[in-house]
């Protein structure tokens, strides 16, 4: 059976999480002692991701990190549909966002990492970053909504959406609220009516 | 400032959703019911101070996320999931603002002393977050803060401009359009948010 090295905070672990509840798919996890344990950096994780990074995907034998390589792994080999990570057009950008949730979005996880767990940092730089990843976020899905669309990339949910979820939805735990957004006030909202959503602690299943 | 203020796009607050907006730094909050009333309320539970905002609408109700207390379109509390049996008092009350929907926009009134405003339909186009004071948007468009509106002349007609002050230093924009390219507007108060934010921040 597949195995989550997962922490229940992580926004990142959620991404998982969250398309393993929508794919229907059966794991177990591992619970990692994020904080205070700093568990993601003891030899024994080390030894299975090298970065100290959660989350770590184990599958039939491979040893996958990077929350948005799984994602792309679990779409490739789980969605026959091809729905969540389309073949088509539409591959290029999925990867585009795919690449900013990992990047430019992860001031959020940055400033939240200070706001709640008292890491060291600059949160106010933290917080103007994520406050741009955000603006360009909510102008896109502006866009979209004026051409009729409702998800970040084509007529149905991919894994663009689920990549930049979590942390999204996650900005009120880096002091972040989502006044400035009425794009994304709505986007968030279908994302959670999707069949199978799954929420976190700060990620409320109701909608 | 003037009594009625427009505080968002009717369009961005469809049936079932809330929607979180600071008004001159106070935490407000907008939610419709099924009976497709818009509601502005203040951003806070009376039982534990909890944002609404985060809360879930189910038909003409608004629940909070915390301990699920039940507001109706009255905003007296209807339900107290912990105490099912209570009928409860009706002094248990969320803190409403006056609101109407007037030219495709919600407004409130913290005093409603003056009539709402009665304007045309409009088309939405797009609410902006602007990192710059109201006085220096409002004077770079032409108009000025003791009015509510600003009429912006783009591509041959006007575009409609509601506003409303966030805090000293952000200015909302709701800009609506009778028979505008809604996407160039769009890209027209893109760039004008761009320009207005790079002199703020010179």
């Known amino acids: ?207 | 400032m003037a009594d009625w203020i427009p505080i968002a796009l009717s369009r961005d607050v469809p049936v079932g959703i809330t929607r979180a907006v600071i008004v001159d730094t106070r935490e407000v909050m907008i939610w419709r019911g099924e009976d497709g009333v818009a509601q502005v309320w203040e951003d806070r539970c009376p039982h534990r101070g909890m944002r609404l905002s985060l809360g879930f609408v189910r038909g003409n109700a608004l629940n909070c996320l915390y301990h699920g207390w039940q507001y109706g379109a009255g905003a007296n509390c209807l339900r107290i999931p912990a105490h099912p049996d209570l009928t409860v008092p009706p002094t248990i009350r969320a803190n409403a603002y006056a609101a109407t929907e007037t030219g495709g926009m919600v407004w409130m009134s913290s005093d409603s002393a003056d009539p709402p405003p009665l304007l045309p339909a409009l088309t939405p186009v797009i609410t902006l977050a602007i990192e710059a004071a109201p006085e220096r948007v409002l004077a770079a468009l032409g108009g000025s803060t003791a009015e509510p509106l600003i009429g912006l002349p783009f591509a041959g007609g006007t575009l409609q401009l509601g506003w409303h002050r966030a805090h000293a230093a952000k200015t909302m924009l709701h800009a609506t359009g009778a028979g505008a390219d809604i996407a160039a507007a769009t890209a027209h108060l893109r760039a004008l948010r761009q320009s207005l934010e790079q002199e703020a921040a010179a």
């Not at chain 1, 939240?112 to 933290?126: K, P, Q, S, T």
């Not at chain 1, 360009?136 to 663009?160: E, F, K, N, Y």
């Open chain 1, 1 to 207: 059976m597949p195995k989550l090295y997962d922490y229940v905070l992580s926004g990142s672990c959620y991404k998982v999480r969250l398309l393993l509840s929508l794919l229907g798919i059966a794991y177990e996890t591992q619970a990692v002692d994020f904080f205070p344990g700093r568990e993601h950096k003891r030899p024994e994780f080390l030894a299975l991701n090298p970065l100290g990074q959660l989350p770590v995907f184990e599958d039939a034998g491979l040893v996958l990190r990077d929350a948005q390589a799984i994602l792309c792994h679990l779409a490739n080999t789980y969605d026959a549909s091809g729905q969540w990570l389309p073949r088509d057009v539409r591959f290029g950008s999925v990867m585009m966002w795919l690449s900013f949730a990992g990047g430019e979005l992860m001031a959020i996880s940055g400033a939240r990492m200070i706001a709640m767990l008292n890491y060291a940092g600059d949160l106010a730089a933290l917080q103007a970053k994520a406050r741009a990843a955000l603006r360009l976020l909510d102008d896109h899905l502006a866009d979209r909504a004026q051409a009729g669309g409702l998800w970040l990339v084509g007529a149905t949910p991919t894994i663009a959406d689920i990549a930049m979820f979590p942390y999204v939805a996650l900005s009120h735990d880096a002091g972040i609220g989502h006044e400035d957004y009425p794009a994304i006030n709505l986007w968030q909202r279908q994302v959670r009516k999707l069949p199978g959503f799954v929420g976190m602690p700060g990620v409320p299943d109701y909608f």
